[in-house]
């Protein structure tokens, strides 16, 4: 492993973006997104995919200056065409139009179609959180997830994200796959050639696997329950809209960098001051996320926490240490730039 220091990094994916004339926009909302979710220590959706945007670009899979279309349907309806721009600019443009619209009427929800992928929910429900409403960020995935009691898969891993403020903290967030773990999370142990644990993956005939390399389709969480979460998300966000079902999206790796692969995302926006006083409910939030703290722990388990908990230490640790990368997506890193050499802080193993 290497550790590389976020704020060099920074700068160096902007300069590597904006030599391939991307948008100024995409740019500042794929870097802050991977950026702050590896801080976060959600590996599998931060600063690993970059070389893999970066060809996405090049290959013109990804707008790289998108002409977003906002329909206001309704009062608190929008619906976006994303024009093929990188998710994270899609999502956070239907997020922040969607918290605007909220403000107004005390919820909305936006169907973004013609996107790409976006990177962790969290992004987005982490900007309703900051401007004092709940927040909820889906998207469907190209079919991953094997369908419960089945051989193949279906749905994709299909995210469920929901964010809420509390008082003196940064918000909840709950942000979870509708699958046991991420595709991008087999790839990190395929990498570190880790075995994985027997109910995360299965093989071509839909047996459990321990070994990354002979996973073919992801588990649901909970078995039926996940495949039906999974469901819920798909309806919501290609459904609606007629968009493409998860089984006929192309795969994020699996497809040529010059193919358009049109997913769909829903985000959805509650404005607390609607219902009580900011004040009030973020204190309430306070005091339920301390009591829970304080419950009694199990021996030999983890701390007492709530979702979220785990990636706001990791953030106070990594924002000083570095983030931490396997060589082997650092070495990709390099065949886009040399100059990401500036970045390293440490070639030290990790433990």
Same mark, same amino acid.
């Given at each position: 492993m290497i550790t590389l220091d976020s704020h060099i990094l920074r700068g160096l994916m902007k300069e590597v973006l904006e030599a391939r004339n991307v948008n100024p926009d995409s740019i500042h909302h794929v870097i802050e997104s991977t950026i702050t979710t590896s801080l976060r220590g959600v590996d599998s959706h931060g600063i690993n995919l970059f070389p893999h945007y970066c060809r996405a670009f090049e290959g013109t899979r990804l707008e790289i200056k998108p002409n977003f279309k906002i329909d206001k349907t309704s009062g608190g309806t929008l619906i976006v065409d994303a024009d093929h721009a990188i998710g994270h600019h899609a999502g956070a443009v239907a997020m922040d139009a969607t918290i605007e619209l909220a403000k107004e009427n005390g919820i909305a929800c936006a169907n973004v179609i013609n996107s790409t992928h976006f990177g962790a929910a969290a992004y987005f429900g982490l900007r309703a959180a900051n401007a004092n409403c709940l927040g909820f960020a889906?998207?469907? /995935?190209?079919? *991953?997830?094997? /369908?419960?009691?089945?051989?193949e898969s279906f749905f994709g891993t299909n995210p469920i994200c929901f964010t809420a403020p509390i008082a003196g903290e940064g918000p909840y967030c709950l942000d979870m796959a509708t699958s046991i773990t991420s595709w991008n999370n087999i790839k990190n142990? +395929? +990498? =570190?050639?880790?075995? #994985?644990?027997s109910d995360w993956a299965c093989d071509a005939k839909g047996k459990g696997v321990t070994d990354p390399h002979d996973a073919v389709t992801l588990n649901p969480i909970?078995?039926?329950? =996940?495949? =039906? *979460?999974g469901m819920m998300v798909e309806i919501l966000c290609s459904t609606l809209? =007629?968009? $493409?079902? &998860? !089984?006929?999206? *192309?795969g994020m790796y699996t497809a040529p960098l010059d193919a358009r692969r049109k997913l769909s995302h829903f985000f959805m926006v509650i404005d607390v001051s609607k219902f009580t006083p900011v004040d009030v409910f973020k204190n309430n939030m306070k005091g339920i996320v301390e009591r829970i703290r304080a419950l009694p722990q199990m021996e030999g388990a983890l701390p007492m926490m709530v979702a979220g908990d785990p990636q706001k230490k990791e953030y106070v640790k990594r924002i000083d240490a570095g983030i931490p990368m396997f060589e082997s997506v650092f070495e990709?890193?390099?065949? #886009?730039?040399?100059?990401?050499?500036? &970045? $390293? #802080?440490?070639? !030290? #193993?990790?433990?």
């Open positions: 889906f998207t469907n /995935a190209d079919s *991953l997830t094997k /369908a419960f009691s089945s051989t142990h +395929r +990498r =570190g050639n880790k075995n #994985i644990p909970g078995e039926h329950k =996940g495949f =039906g *979460l809209m =007629g968009g $493409v079902t &998860a !089984k006929d999206l *192309l990709d890193y390099l065949s #886009i730039s040399e100059s990401f050499k500036k &970045a $390293v #802080i440490s070639e !030290k #193993i990790s433990s």
